[in-house]
């Protein structure tokens, strides 16, 4: 009798042989065909001077485009801008998450339908939550202004896009509006799976609301919080859509994160080498980030299975 | 005594919870302004009389309404043909990335083999990748190909960039069911994949339908891909016939609302309807590991 499970597994480890590697082939092949096809093109292209215009005169200059952009102060101007943007879009649409968790966690009037609603700003397309921003926050006829002027907050109209002090709180908070429904829906579902057995013994012990906060909720939900944050970063450090429409970058070099940078490179001063080198580096750049991410992760209780 | 005491205990409890209670309304409250009150924008500026709000700020109530600016978008730009066309981009590009990124989940939650680290890696870097920096690259292919400003093109490209995402969904979800089910599918007979077609595949529909959800939803929102890949006005995907509102010479606010609203319908409307799968099939393991 024993040993028909001993049997079972070697027999589907024999069996298993190509099957992982048959089935991961169909979209491996669609990912290798169309990026990292492209990316090692990009890489190739980061050893040339090109114009997209005229791609068949193309002089190989070795390491200079990446010598150029490297000492090209715009570049580490456009790093520290998206470090600034991917920081504040993910403090801000945390925070929001996780208060709005929290929130939806007491139980109030309607808090089904609050539960429904909150996540509508997350299924609005990117470009339509943009747009809309864009017109409110308009200096002219933007709600915003005159709603602020109502209160008595401001006296004359702010070009919140077009100064170097508001433009990037904006784009920040806009997008944060977009994101944080998803941290509110995976940290709201943490909370509900924490056992209020928990909260019971708790208050039995004589904890107050911070106490049980600090011991039972936060620890309750660190590994989803986790989660949310890895996900929100992945989504702001590569989003291009707000910074390109509703302020193209500016005012002057404010706003432009790299994706911007090298869209613009590439498409508003066809210059193909320096956007292949930034491509390449962002690469690599984002490879880093995924090792720093392995590391956490075998830093923390368990590796990645 | 002690009796007396635990009542006491338990009616400070009651302010303390009404206390709370009022709080958190008050702060649901604020924040549901913050949170739709641009919808409430969008919808109201849509109904302005055209060229209104170039004239005066409405915050709250129109002083009339009309929709001249829907009736115009619809006449004068080729709304209801963008709509199609991203229709058909986006149901495409999920019919195709689900299935692929089903395999390929399955194969990573069910398999120990050689380069599965490698694997993990390789999906995550492309899901981090900003799509404007392969953009060039992707022309310049798409164009050897033929593929630029063909709606087939764009399709396989969102296909690419939707496949890290939903491989992640669905690895997630896929660890989630335990693999004993399929074992004991295929003591009785069944081959290792037919198990997984027959047994597993049926459980994780939540799964795989939340997995679609996001991916559909995901290709409503592309922007950049399209934009770089398509040039004629009648190849255009509905969020770049919005963007071109606003080179426009006067920026029309309530058509390009009321155009924002239309894009916005269908995408609501598939979220709507299968928003009851996104609880339950949004399991975590995907990132947590």
């Known amino acids: 009798m024993s040993a028909t499970p001993l049997r079972r597994r070697s027999r589907s480890r024999l069996t298993q042989g190509a099957l992982p590697y048959l089935l991961l082939a169909p979209a491996l092949l669609v990912i290798?065909?169309?990026?990292?096809?492209?990316?090692?093109?990009?890489?190739?292209?980061?050893?040339?001077?090109?114009?997209?215009?005229?791609?068949?005169r193309m002089t190989f200059v070795g390491l200079q485009n990446y010598a150029d952009v490297l000492t090209d102060s715009a570049f580490w101007r456009s790093l520290w801008v998206t470090v600034q943007y991917t920081v504040g879009v993910v403090v801000l649409s945390f925070g929001l998450g996780l208060g709005t968790a929290l929130m939806l966690n007491v139980r109030f009037p309607l808090r089904g339908l609050a539960r429904a609603l909150i996540i509508i700003p997350w299924a609005t397309p990117w470009l339509v939550t943009t747009l809309i921003w864009y017109v409110m926050f308009n200096p002219q006829i933007g709600p915003i202004n005159a709603i602020l002027k109502q209160l008595g907050l401001i006296e004359t109209g702010v070009a919140w896009l077009y100064l170097s002090g508001t433009a990037m709180p904006v784009i920040i908070l806009v997008t944060a509006w977009r994101l944080f429904?998803?941290?509110?829906?995976?940290?709201?579902?943490?909370?509900?799976?924490?056992?209020?057995?928990?909260?019971?013994?708790?208050?039995v012990d004589g904890a107050g609301w911070l106490g049980k906060l600090?011991?039972?909720?936060?620890?309750?939900?660190?590994?989803?919080?986790?989660?949310?944050?890895?996900?929100?970063?992945?989504?702001?450090?590569?989003?291009?859509?707000?910074?390109?429409?509703?302020?193209?970058?500016?005012?002057?070099?404010?706003?432009?994160?790299?994706?911007?940078?090298?869209?613009?490179?590439?498409?508003?001063?066809?210059?193909?080498?320096?956007?292949?080198?930034?491509?390449?580096?962002?690469?690599?750049?984002?490879?880093?980030?995924?090792?720093?991410y392995f590391r956490l992760l075998q830093g923390g209780r368990d590796e990645p299975e | 005594m002690s009796r007396s005491s635990v009542s006491l205990f338990a009616a400070s409890r009651k302010k303390v919870d009404l206390l709370q209670r009022g709080l958190v309304m008050f702060a649901a409250f604020a924040i549901g302004i913050v949170i739709f009150y641009p919808?409430?924008?969008?919808?109201?500026?849509?109904?302005?009389?055209?060229?209104?709000?170039?004239?005066?700020?409405?915050?709250?109530?129109?002083?009339?309404i009309s929709l001249e600016a829907y009736a115009n978008v619809l006449l004068q730009k080729p709304m209801l043909l963008w709509t199609a066309n991203t229709l058909l981009v986006t149901v495409l590009s999920t019919a195709f990335v689900t299935p692929l990124a089903l395999l390929a989940a399955y194969?990573?939650?069910?398999?120990?083999?050689?380069?599965?680290?490698?694997?993990?890696?390789?999906v995550l870097l492309t899901q981090l990748l900003p799509a404007t920096s392969v953009l060039i690259p992707l022309f310049l292919v798409f164009r050897a190909y033929g593929l630029l400003n063909n709606l087939?093109?764009?399709?396989?490209?969102?296909?690419?960039?939707?496949?890290?995402?939903?491989?992640?969904?669905?690895?997630?979800?896929?660890?989630?069911?335990?693999?004993?089910f399929e074992e004991s599918?295929?003591?009785?007979?069944?081959?290792?994949?037919?198990?997984?077609?027959?047994?597993?595949?049926?459980?994780?529909?939540?799964?795989i339908v939340a997995a679609a959800l996001f991916a559909f939803l995901e290709s409503w929102n592309q922007y950049i891909l399209a934009y770089a890949l398509t040039s004629s006005t009648e190849k255009w995907v509905v969020s770049l016939g919005l963007y071109a509102?606003?080179?426009?010479?006067?920026?029309?606010?309530?058509?390009?609302?009321?155009?924002?609203?239309?894009?916005?319908?269908?995408?609501?409307?598939v979220f709507v309807a299968l928003q009851r799968y996104l609880r339950g099939g949004l399991a975590l393991g995907g990132l947590k590991g």
């Open chain 1, 32 to 56: 290798a065909a169309v990026v990292l096809y492209p990316m090692l093109y990009s890489a190739t292209l980061s050893f040339f001077k090109a114009n997209l215009l005229n791609m068949d």
């Open chain 1, 181 to 203: 429904p998803t941290t509110t829906l995976l940290v709201l579902a943490a909370l509900q799976s924490i056992s209020p057995e928990l909260y019971e013994a708790a208050e």
């Open chain 1, 214 to 292: 600090r011991y039972i909720t936060l620890p309750g939900i660190s590994a989803t919080s986790f989660v949310s944050l890895v996900l929100v970063t992945i989504s702001a450090f590569k989003l291009f859509t707000v910074a390109w429409v509703m302020t193209a970058g500016g005012p002057g070099d404010v706003t432009r994160v790299l994706s911007v940078f090298v869209y613009e490179e590439a498409f508003r001063f066809f210059r193909v080498g320096p956007s292949s080198t930034l491509a390449t580096l962002l690469f690599i750049l984002s490879a880093g980030m995924v090792v720093a």
């Open chain 2, 39 to 64: 919808f409430y924008w969008m919808v109201m500026a849509s109904g302005l009389p055209e060229g209104s709000s170039l004239a005066k700020t409405t915050v709250l109530i129109p002083g009339s």
């Open chain 2, 107 to 122: 194969s990573m939650s069910r398999f120990r083999f050689r380069g599965r680290m490698a694997m993990i890696f390789f």
């Open chain 2, 152 to 180: 087939l093109g764009v399709t396989i490209a969102y296909v690419t960039f939707l496949m890290p995402q939903t491989i992640w969904i669905l690895w997630g979800y896929l660890k989630s069911i335990p693999g004993d």
């Open chain 2, 185 to 207: 599918a295929m003591v009785d007979g069944c081959t290792r994949f037919g198990a997984f077609l027959r047994v597993t595949v049926p459980i994780a529909i939540p799964g």
């Open chain 2, 245 to 269: 509102f606003i080179g426009e010479y006067t920026v029309l606010v309530e058509q390009m609302m009321a155009a924002s609203v239309m894009a916005s319908i269908p995408a609501l409307a």
